[in-house]
Nanobody, 127 residues
Framework: QVQLVESGGGSVQAGGSLRLSCAAS????????MAWFRQSLGKEREGVAS????????SYADSVKDRFIISQDSAKNTLYLQLNSLKPEDTAMYYC????????????????????WGRGTQVTVFS
């Protein structure tokens, strides 16, 4: 089992940047697939970015490609999401998720494979 705690959210003007962090309670680099999801009011949860075990496969939603960067620090058991060129439509609660083992190819941005979730951190982008 792993506990996940997100931080780094806040309010930022459009065009600005934020870095979200997700601290895991145990070592995840070689044992868990990790991902970031977001959910805004009235919408379904959306996969934003995913990172396979060992960081060998990275996936991004089309809506954030070339603006967001997912990374991890294995020594700190921490997952990051760098949010650049933020837009008002990026406003959402952002969640960190973990799946034991390798998430099948093509399913990294789908919520089904992920067993562990953080409580989220709010990102608000104003114009």
């Amino acid at each position: 089992q792993v506990q996940l705690v997100e931080s780094g959210g806040g309010s930022v003007q459009a065009g600005g940047s934020l870095r979200l962090s997700c601290a895991a309670s145990r070592y995840t680099y070689s044992t868990y697939s990790m991902a970031w999801f977001r959910q805004s009011l009235g919408k379904e949860r959306e996969g934003v970015a995913s990172l396979s075990r060992y960081g060998t496969t990275i996936s991004y939603a089309d809506s954030v490609k070339d603006r967001f960067i997912i990374s991890q620090d294995s020594a700190k058991n921490t997952l990051y999401l760098q949010l650049n060129s933020l837009k008002p439509e990026d406003t959402a609660m952002y969640y960190c998720a973990a799946a034991w083992g390798q998430v099948p190819n093509g399913r990294g941005l789908r919520s089904g494979p992920y067993e562990y979730w953080g409580r989220g951190t709010q990102v608000t982008v104003f114009s």
